[in-house]
Nanobody, 124 residues
Framework: QVQLVESGGGLVQAGGSLRLSCAASGRTSSDFGMGWFRQAPGKEREFVAG????????RYSDSVKGRFTISRDNAKNTVYLQMNSLKPEDTAVYYCAGGSVSWPFAHPREYDCWGQGTQVTVSS
């Protein structure tokens, strides 16, 4: 069973940047896609970004496209989410997820494992 651990969350002012990391422990296969989701208070969990094993396919939600970048380093079993030009509406708990998923990466039920979440707070 793959376990995922996120890090890198915190408090940042609007317009600032953060980079989230998600380290996977355990054996992953070449079809192990990964994604980032977020959940704000009182709202449903929403898709943020996804990436396939080979990094040849990525997808972003419209709300973060052009500001966030997902990447992965398979040698380190780690996926990253670089978040730039942060807005107060980006405030949420961010979760990474993994599984045998491919594009469009957006459906939570397709993921087999989830991290515990990391809080991102953007102040205005």
């Amino acid at each position: 069973q793959v376990q995922l651990v996120e890090s890198g969350g915190g408090l940042v002012q609007a317009g600032g940047s953060l980079r989230l990391s998600c380290a996977a422990s355990g054996r992953t296969s070449s079809d192990f896609g990964m994604g980032w989701f977020r959940q704000a208070p009182g709202k449903e969990r929403e898709f943020v970004a996804g990436i396939n094993w080979s990094s040849t396919s990525t997808r972003y939600s419209d709300s973060v496209k052009g500001r966030f970048t997902i990447s992965r380093d398979n040698a380190k079993n780690t996926v990253y989410l670089q978040m730039n030009s942060l807005k107060p509406e980006d405030t949420a708990v961010y979760y990474c997820a993994g599984g045998s998923v491919s594009w469009p990466f957006a459906h939570p039920r397709e993921y087999d494992c989830w991290g515990q979440g990391t809080q991102v707070t953007v102040s205005s």
